[in-house]
């Protein structure tokens, strides 16, 4: 059986919008070769329609190394209740959102290897609330931001169970949950 791996860049105050204004300066070789093993474990990409069509602006001009060219190859599910161009960045399927279970169980029974979720909001919380979502790999950088998207919301009720700690150099701790009874 696959895995669904919910893997999310936080600040220490918990904020996870614009990982691209405070991240990039802790990727030190340690966490890049830990992301990178995270990414080529995974033979599917899982994502709400927000994130898709957010990645899709930039990850098809993304190529020419290991991460970004296994990223842009492996398959991508867009859970969406309104159209999604899923020409923009594929090889992409829709999962309409009210066959989210169904499908996502469905993927999970397939042949292949795990399927991350990059980012954490409604769609984990609905994972992690049926029992398909199998791990939570929480990226916390030593970034105060003060304000921001929440990297829980009130409606992220499900307990879980610390399975490991990874510190890098940098400054970064990876924490990874498994959802109890998951």
């Given at each position: ?112 290897a795990d399927v991350l979720i990059w980012g954490n909001g409604r769609l984990t919380d609905d994972l992690a609330a049926v029992g398909l979502l199998d791990e939570y790999r929480i990226w916390i950088y030593p970034v105060i931001k003060g304000h921001g998207q929440p990297l829980f919301r009130p409606q992220s ?26």
């Open positions: 059986m696959r895995r669904i791996i919910a893997s999310t860049y936080t600040t220490l105050d918990g904020y996870i919008d614009n990982p691209h204004e405070w991240s990039l300066q802790y990727h030190d070789e340690e966490a890049q070769k830990q992301g990178l093993d995270l990414v080529l474990g995974a033979d599917a990409l899982l994502l709400g329609r927000v994130t898709y069509e957010g990645m899709a602006q930039a990850w098809p001009n993304m190529g020419g190394n290991p991460y970004a060219d296994h990223v842009n190859s492996i398959a991508k599910y867009v859970v969406a209740s309104n159209p999604v161009d899923t020409a923009a960045w594929g090889p992409a399927t829709v999962v309409p959102a009210g066959e989210l279970t169904e499908s996502v169980g469905r993927l999970k029974q397939q042949d292949g009720t499900v307990p879980v169970e610390l399975t490991a700690t990874t510190t890098f150099d940098s400054g970064v701790v990876l924490l990874t949950y498994r959802p109890a009874g998951a």
